[in-house]
């Protein structure tokens, strides 16, 4: 799955499938486009747990870290 990354506020990072970023919630914004990947279960990418970024990609149509922690659910409420 080819994935975007966008740097947000301090070292939050939101990953998506949406190449605009605009599903990325608004509160860790304002977004920024940083790179896009190609990701596939079981492989390795640096800094990100690609398992756990595209479960989340799935659920909730993005993936967030702060400081390479998860995020996501603190910021679907």
Known sequence: ???HIFRGQGRVFGCTADGSGDNLP???GP???F???DMAR???QPGVNVD???DDIDR???HLTDAHVRITEQATG
């Open 42 to 44: 079981g492989e390795a």
């Open 26 to 28: 608004p509160q860790y």
């Open 1 to 3: 799955m080819q994935v």
């Open 31 to 33: 977004w920024a486009a």
């Open 52 to 54: 756990e970024c595209l």
């Open 35 to 37: 790179k896009t990947l």
């Open 60 to 62: 909730f149509g993005f």
